[in-house]
């Protein structure tokens, strides 16, 4: 289950869009509230059924949010604090299960207050159960009718949807789509339903339990004596670190390897970040200061790994935790780009900044390096500290500037 704050975060990335989606829709209040009359309020109850079974049925096939408390035409953010005796997560199940569904198959919808209250969030859960629709008429939504969500549009409330689109969601329902390598991406985040095998003390194993076809494998790195640890791994409190091969598997195809590391000696797993190198200075003579620096993005398969492991690994997360307070984690690649010419325009500052952040770095304990190795991995490190500082001032930034 997603927290509050995870909520925030993907409600933001709607809000920044400035448009609805295929798995989101504004609404600007609340479908029930304190001062409605019946007739309204049976007319909202078809507009509710009638949304939800389009936001479950959309062909993204992924969780679908609608979003209570923002203007769609221009969007702005509205509130809901002003209504009282709103629905709770109750009343939208109660709903939904005293109706007549095929094959007793109900959408799955979660509700959550967000934002201080502001934005009230109806999330319907995606399923492998789809096409989602009822057999038993209520109000204007048709029996044996299957509506979908296709781009920012529902299907009309007296129509079917597109006889392709309907494939499509069925597609999805026999596991014919996607290909082995998209289905397991979906599986990464499914959490519950890993196994471990039987191992030895170089390998560790894991099957999907709905499919047993798809495998997951961590192998010790044949060179792991050779590599040094990644400038990233000594910010913990034990610099030891061990190289593996992440390797996910469908049969004995490998359709995803990885480099990971264990971090802190064992007591957390990473998956090695991507990288990239920011403009400090002009041409390459006269520089004496790494500036690469090292990045996930939010929806990645690199961060859905690192979850996944940790909780098959049993880990407490801090390790995990302390890795991602130095990583920036962006939520896309124009987000990354924004970060990086912001840098390029301010170079001055942006070196006093690693400067003064890399006197604050403090390596492990056991930290091997003679004096000028360390100068040199503290000021790799300060760069991808300061990356990280300058993207949380400018999400602030940003967010200030669209709610004023």
Request: net charge negative; with cysteine.
């Amino acid at each position: 289950m997603l927290t509050n704050q995870e909520i925030e975060d993907i409600v933001r990335e709607f809000f920044y869009q400035g448009t609805e989606g295929e798995y989101w829709d504004f609404k600007e209040k609340p479908y029930f509230y304190e001062g409605q009359s019946k007739e309204e309020k049976n007319k909202k109850k078809n507009d509710l059924l009638h949304d939800i079974i389009c936001m479950a049925n959309n062909l993204s096939n992924r969780d679908a949010y609608i979003i209570m408390g923002i203007q769609d035409k221009p969007i702005k953010i509205t509130g809901v604090k002003q209504f009282s005796n709103k629905w709770t997560q109750e009343k939208y199940q109660d709903f939904l299960q005293n109706l007549t569904w095929a094959g007793d198959m109900i959408p799955t919808v979660e509700f959550r207050t967000i934002n201080d209250g502001d934005l009230d969030v109806l999330i319907i859960k995606k399923s492998n159960k789809i096409p989602f629709y009822i057999t038993k008429k209520y109000s204007k939504v048709r029996e044996n009718q299957i509506y979908v969500r296709k781009g920012s549009k529902n299907t009309a409330i007296d129509s079917q949807a597109e006889i392709g689109d309907i494939e499509k969601l069925f597609e999805f329902r026999f596991g014919l789509t996607p290909f082995p390598k998209e289905r397991v991406i979906n599986y990464i985040t499914d959490h519950n339903h890993w196994t471990e095998m039987k191992g030895n003390y170089k390998t560790r194993s894991w099957y999907y339990e709905k499919f047993p076809e798809y495998t997951m494998e961590l192998v010790d790195d044949p060179q792991n004596d050779e590599l040094r640890a990644p400038v990233y791994a000594l910010i913990h409190p034990n610099v030891r670190t061990t190289w593996e091969i992440l390797r996910i598997k469908y049969h004995q195809t490998i359709l995803l390897e990885f480099s990971s590391h264990y971090i802190d000696e064992y007591r957390g797993l990473s998956v090695q970040p991507r990288y990239n190198f920011l403009k400090l200075f002009e041409g390459v003579n006269n520089i004496n200061l790494k500036t690469n620096f090292y990045y996930y993005l939010a929806d990645s398969l690199e961060i859905k790994l690192m979850y996944l492991l940790e909780e098959l690994h049993e880990q407490d997360g801090e390790a995990l935790r302390q890795h991602l307070s130095l990583i920036p984690v962006f939520k896309n690649d124009d987000e990354r780009e924004a970060i990086e010419k912001y840098v390029e325009e301010n170079k001055s500052k942006i070196l006093v900044k690693i400067k003064k952040e890399s006197e604050k770095v403090c390596l492990g304990y056991n930290y091997e390096g003679d004096e000028q190795h360390s100068k040199w991995d503290k000021e790799e490190i300060a760069v991808t500290k300061v990356v990280k500082n300058i993207l949380d001032e400018y999400r602030k930034n940003k967010l200030y500037e669209k709610t004023k």
